[in-house]
């Protein structure tokens, strides 16, 4: 009798522990800004997402890039899912003329600037195996720079793997990511340049490495709060590693049984490589990046 009670009790206990980590991963909810977790939709489950982000401040005059992206994902099974996205963004120079990136001031108040195709596929579920594991693909492709508002045709292949672990039956998660995105970019000629200004039109062939980890915590039914490292490097044609750079921030997360939202803010710690003339901060890589960025998540489940 009592076996019998101990067993009863054991697997009311695991199918707890199963629930709450279900609940905690629902339709591949993003707890955090930029790392991603490797929980699959649902079959036929539809979410459709919003990110807005906010790139500030390169340490001289004024430069504000805000970066829009609507996303529509659909779980083809319960370990793949497809998705298709429209990016939009506005811009603010001024006060800053960066040689062979920032040719001139821009001001660009709306405007579509690319699409991206991508799918994922997980392999072992963060719920129901001891680690989670998934893969990302995705096509990309701009018209727009996003850096200078500049024409630059730009197609980028990215691919990426992301492991997850839940820890403390589901209230403390762990990620980690490992990215590469290679692209090949064509500028379009700009007129009445300087005659010593650098503007290269020539095709250029460009390869980003990425590395991230988090760990989110929930501190109230349905309240994420994370923090996040990211790690960036490029390689380009003529250049060969251009740029690098470390970030590190906060994510705050609310999960409801429709919606959910990630807040986060990403300022950047260290970074070199390339830099522009009289830059203020040399510990920091600022001609393709900012000293921070603030970036809003918003999905609703279908």
Known sequence: MRTSSRHTMSLVAISLLTLGLSQV?????????????AEAMPKDAIELYQKVT???DK???????????????YGLTNKLAVSASAKFMSLDTNGLIINGYLPAEKKIDFKSSGAEVGLSYMFLSPAKDDIGLSMTASFDYDWIDVHSGQDKDTLSLDLGLQTQKYM?????????????????ADRAP???????FEWSTDPEMELELKMGTGLSYRFAPNWF???????????????????WSF???PSLHYGGADWWATLTWLPQLSGGGEQYEGQQDTSLHLIEKTEQEIRLKVAFNF
């Open 25 to 37: 991963a629902v339709a591949g909810e993003d707890l955090f800004g930029y790392v991603k977790g």
């Open 54 to 56: 906010l790139r500030n």
């Open 59 to 73: 340490g001289q005059g004024t430069y504000r890039g805000i970066n829009y992206e609507t996303e529509l994902e």
């Open 168 to 184: 403390l039956e589901g209230e403390l998660i762990w990620v980690g990511n490992l990215g590469m995105e290679s692209t090949y």
């Open 190 to 196: 700009i007129a009445n340049l300087p005659e010593d």
């Open 225 to 243: 709060v994370s923090a996040e490292v990211l790690f960036e490097t490029e390689f380009e044609t003529e250049v060969g590693q251009e740029r």
């Open 247 to 249: 970030f590190a921030g």
